[in-house]
């Protein structure tokens, strides 16, 4: 069971937007610390996708996005394509653990 | 090219050693925190060591704790990971990752990761 709460999946036709959230408490999200988000095919090597809350690396397309408010992140993920399909993680610090922790991972499904 | 490539997985008795390798090329190694995840089949990832530039400070999660030991050579581009008293829940694909973020090292995140090596642990 892990710190940050994520749903185990979630589902989109192509072209529709998907959210997904990651819910922390006090002592990691709410605490302040940053939020990141990972893709990960299975068999492959994961991939960093939204770094510091919101940000997107270089050659990430500007189709996802992230937010965070309080103890609480979302990645969003408009105009779905087949090839968005994958694990998805986020990924904070918690200080009451003093660990680095991912959520429990989402797997999105494009139908 | 920037790239991680993790070695020295295989099949261990419960109770045996490991020692996995992460070699690193195309950046300047010795300039990154280094991060070990695991992934056990069927189940998300998990974190469980960390290394700062100058192997001044080393972190591990609880459920590895005084059976692995996270390390590094910073003329050799490389981390490693030695792994004691296996237990059958370590049984996992092991990926080496490099940190990155320049908020300190509580807030790091990982912007390059290896494909990973896997660790079975069975009798």
């Known amino acids: 069971q892990s710190v940050l709460t994520q749903p185990p999946s979630v589902s989109g036709a192509p072209g529709q937007r998907v959210t997904i959230s990651c819910i922390g408490s006090s002592s990691n999200i709410g605490a302040d610390f940053d939020v990141h988000w990972y893709q990960h095919f299975p068999g492959t090597a994961p991939k960093l996708l939204i770094y510091v809350d919101r940000n997107r690396p270089s050659g990430v397309p500007d189709r996802f996005s992230a937010s965070r408010s309080g103890s609480s992140a979302s990645l969003a993920i408009t105009g779905l394509q087949a090839e968005d399909e994958a694990d998805y993680y986020c990924q904070s610090y918690d200080s009451s653990l003093s660990s680095w922790v991912f959520g429990g991972g989402t797997k999105l499904t494009v139908l | 090219e920037v790239r991680l490539a993790e070695s020295g997985g295989g099949l261990v008795k419960p109770g045996g050693s490991l020692r996995l390798s992460c070699a690193a090329s195309?950046?300047?190694?010795?300039?990154?925190?280094m991060v070990w995840v695991r992934q056990a089949p069927g189940k998300g990832l998990e974190w469980i060591s960390s290394i700062t530039t100058r192997s001044n400070s080393k972190y591990y999660a609880d459920s590895v704790k005084g059976r692995f030991t996270i390390s590094r050579d910073n003329t050799k581009n490389s981390l490693f990971l030695q792994m004691n008293s296996l237990r059958v829940e370590d049984t996992a694909k092991y990926y080496c990752a490099r940190a990155a973020g320049s908020n300190g090292f509580f807030y790091i995140y990982l912007d390059l990761w290896g494909e990973g090596t896997t660790v079975t642990v069975s009798s």
């Open positions: 195309g950046f300047t190694f010795g300039s990154h925190g």
